[in-house]
């Protein structure tokens, strides 16, 4: 019964929809009608301010660590832990809080990685930041992210529950950005379009 809560309670703590309800109150509009059209730190900051921005991404980060520290403290069963932990991020990607139309993942999948190890989270972040900067599209460089975590973290000699969820939560990531694959951005620090108008968009959170 309690592993069955802790699934339940990592879906219902990813799909609390922060980018959405924090715009709605500070601005009274829906953060999705604009920019990627997704429930993110960037499109919260890009309507709202870069302070009620880093509050969600705060807050998106903490859903992903809340359950799966709760997970690791009352469950020893790897599967459930790192499932506690992939749900918090399907969660977050499909809420059930906000007609399953919700943000890309990261800071959610950051959470749940730092509670289970600190150091596989850097690692992650670091493979991330690496693709990003050698591929120069945020969705492309996620969905690479999201295949190659859990190999990168096998490849460092990090095979614990990190490692397992690296492979469940990085499949939801790479599933996830799927949908921004051909995205063209004009925003975004690393992905400017020389020359031209060009659709915006984020893949933050």
């Not at 019964?1 to 924090?22: A, Q």
């Amino acid at each position: 019964m309690t592993s069955i809560l802790l699934l339940v309670l990592g879906y219902f703590s990813g799909s609390l929809p922060f980018s959405i309800w924090v715009t709605g109150y500070v601005k009274g509009v829906d953060v999705r009608d604009a920019g990627s059209g997704h429930a993110t730190t960037t499109n919260t900051i890009r309507q709202a301010g870069f302070g009620w921005g880093a509050l969600v991404f705060i807050l998106d980060v903490a859903k992903g660590f809340l359950p799966t520290y709760l997970a690791v403290k009352y469950s020893g069963n790897l599967w459930i832990v790192a499932g506690t932990a992939a749900f918090a991020v399907v969660g977050h990607c499909w809420p059930v809080f906000a007609q399953f139309r919700g943000g890309m993942g990261l800071a959610t999948f950051g959470g749940a990685i730092l509670a289970l190890n600190p150091i596989g989270f850097l690692i992650c972040l670091g493979l991330l930041i690496l693709l990003v900067l050698v591929i120069r599209h945020s969705a492309r460089a996620s969905v690479m992210a999201g295949l190659l975590a859990g190999p990168a973290l096998w490849l460092l000699n990090i095979r614990d529950t990190a490692f397992t969820f690296a492979l469940l939560g990085g499949l939801v990531i790479a599933l996830r950005f799927l949908i921004d694959w051909n995205r063209k951005y004009r925003e975004l620090w690393l992905d400017r379009e020389k020359g031209g108008s060009t659709s915006s968009g984020d893949n933050v959170t």
